[in-house]
């Protein structure tokens, strides 16, 4: 059971969409078939609790890059871009009622 544990571990992305409180649960039905000892339940669920962060940052990583490369395929302005040339626009109005 260990062994499958580790599998879930290099995956990742299972334990990414897995709450802490499925972990515990999962980890608590091991300790109670003997398959982990008590003292061994808690270093697993942390393990897996912080894989788990770790998975959902990655993720997370991931899905804004390629959300930026799409946006950038489509030829699209965002919105802090959209915010300077709105900046630079204000300051050429302020310069050109200056003169």
Same mark, same amino acid.
């Given at each position: ?14 334990? *990414? ?6 972990? %515990? ?13 008590? *003292? %061994?339940?808690? %270093?697993?669920?942390? =393990?897996?609790?912080?894989?788990? *962060?770790? *998975? +959902?940052? %990655? ?27 709105? +900046? ?8 050109? =009622?200056?003169?």
């Amino acid at each position: 059971m260990k062994n499958l544990i580790n599998q879930v571990l290099s995956l990742g992305l299972g334990v *990414a969409i897995t709450s802490k409180e499925q972990i %515990e649960k999962i980890v608590n039905d091991l300790v109670t078939k003997g398959e982990l000892s008590k *003292a %061994e339940s808690k %270093e697993w669920i942390d =393990k897996l609790t912080e894989r788990g *962060a770790q *998975a +959902r940052k %990655e993720l997370d990583e991931m899905v804004k890059l390629r959300i930026k490369q799409m946006l950038d395929e489509l030829n699209l302005v965002s919105k802090d871009e959209v915010r300077e040339l709105e +900046r630079r626009i204000e300051m050429l109005e302020r310069e050109r =009622k200056g003169e």
